[in-house]
């Protein structure tokens, strides 16, 4: 029901940074739990970051914790992610997806509803 569309993403150099954005439509915007992933060609899709309803708990893999900061504005229902100090390891198409749930999980099965990611590409 929730529809999600990710932009900001782009070529950057290391040590640059980056803020991704999902904008979302369809009523209850503030009842989903919300997460980003990424995926690396050949990769499978993993956890970066994720948010309660209210934006009060916030959840981030160890690889991105201190460089990453996940956000949500339940008036615009937007979902955000900044992204600090990239390095080529984050290299990845970037999803955002959501779950009627008042936590997020870590899983990539526990989210039916997806983004059409967004590419971040970070060279050395």
């Known amino acids: 029901q929730v529809q999600l569309v990710e932009s900001g993403g782009g070529l950057v150099q290391a040590g640059d940074s980056l803020r991704l954005s999902c904008a979302a439509s369809?009523?209850?915007?503030?009842?989903?739990?919300l997460g980003w992933f990424r995926q690396a060609p050949g990769k499978e899709r993993e956890f970066v970051a994720g948010?309660?309803?209210?934006?009060?708990?916030?959840h981030y893999a160890s690889s991105v914790k201190g460089r990453f900061t996940i956000s949500r504005d339940n008036v615009k229902n937007t979902l955000y992610l900044q992204m600090n100090s990239l390095q080529p390891p984050d290299t990845a198409v970037y999803y955002c997806?959501?779950?009627?749930?008042?936590?997020?999980?870590?899983?990539?099965?526990?989210?039916?509803?997806w983004g059409q990611g967004t590419q971040v590409t970070v060279s050395s």
């Open positions: 997806a959501a779950v009627r749930a008042s936590l997020p999980v870590t899983s990539a099965d526990g989210y039916p509803y």
């Open positions: 369809g009523p209850t915007f503030s009842t989903y739990a």
């Open positions: 948010i309660n309803w209210n934006g009060g708990y916030m």
